[in-house]
């Protein structure tokens, strides 16, 4: 199967790339590697998915947030390859970013929602190290943040 074929098998829309809103850019290639920036977690209409893991989002919450940073990550790899994720040899590293209360410690589970989400894209392609990280804030309030570097053909 393709990329494109699993993104259909698994029913997963993938939104429209957002551009930066600061000094900085979406995605930067260095040699064969793709560094995507962090994208943060909004929802199917491009709302934001707000709050802190542990207070005002469950587990399962956080996870869908984290799922739909993924998606927004596949969505500004698409735009650096030209619309052909075929290019993406593999995904090296997810970070993942909670917004989580103080004795919140199940940053993993919650980061599962966008490694998931590459797996289940690119297959063994997107099998990746990775890190989930707990912090008492993130921008605009978001409940997730997750950035990627991937390797291309």
Same mark, same amino acid.
């Given at each position: 199967? /393709?990329?494109? $074929?699993?993104?259909? @098998?698994?029913?997963?829309?993938? *939104?429209?790339?957002? !551009? *930066? ?9 260095? !040699? ?5 920036? #962090? ?6 209409? #491009?709302? =934001?998915?707000? #709050? ?5 989002? $469950?587990?399962?919450?956080?996870y869908f947030a984290a799922s739909r940073c993924a998606l927004s990550i596949i969505s500004q790899a ?5 619309? !052909? =994720?075929? @290019? ?5 590293? =997810? /970070? ?5 209360? $103080? !004795? ?8 599962? #929602? ?8 690119? %297959?063994?392609?997107?099998?990746? /190290? ?8 993130? *921008?605009?309030?978001?409940?997730? %943040?997750?950035?990627a570097i991937f390797e291309i053909e």
């Amino acid at each position: 199967m /393709t990329i494109e $074929d699993n993104i259909k @098998k698994n029913k997963l829309m993938i *939104p429209e790339a957002s !551009d *930066p809103v600061g000094s900085y850019i979406a995605y930067k290639f260095s !040699d064969k590697l793709l560094f995507i920036s #962090g994208q943060i977690s909004m929802n199917e209409n #491009g709302s =934001l998915i707000k #709050g802190k893991v542990g207070i005002d989002l $469950d587990i399962q919450q956080g996870y869908f947030a984290a799922s739909r940073c993924a998606l927004s990550i596949i969505s500004q790899a698409k735009k650096a390859c030209n619309n !052909d =994720l075929s @290019k993406i040899k593999s995904c090296i590293k =997810l /970070t993942g970013y909670v917004n989580s209360s $103080d !004795d919140f410690v199940d940053q993993p589970k919650v980061i599962n #929602g966008a490694s998931d989400i590459i797996f289940k894209i690119f %297959e063994n392609k997107g099998l990746h /190290t990775r890190a989930a990280v707990s912090t008492n804030s993130l *921008p605009l309030g978001v409940a997730v %943040e997750v950035d990627a570097i991937f390797e291309i053909e």
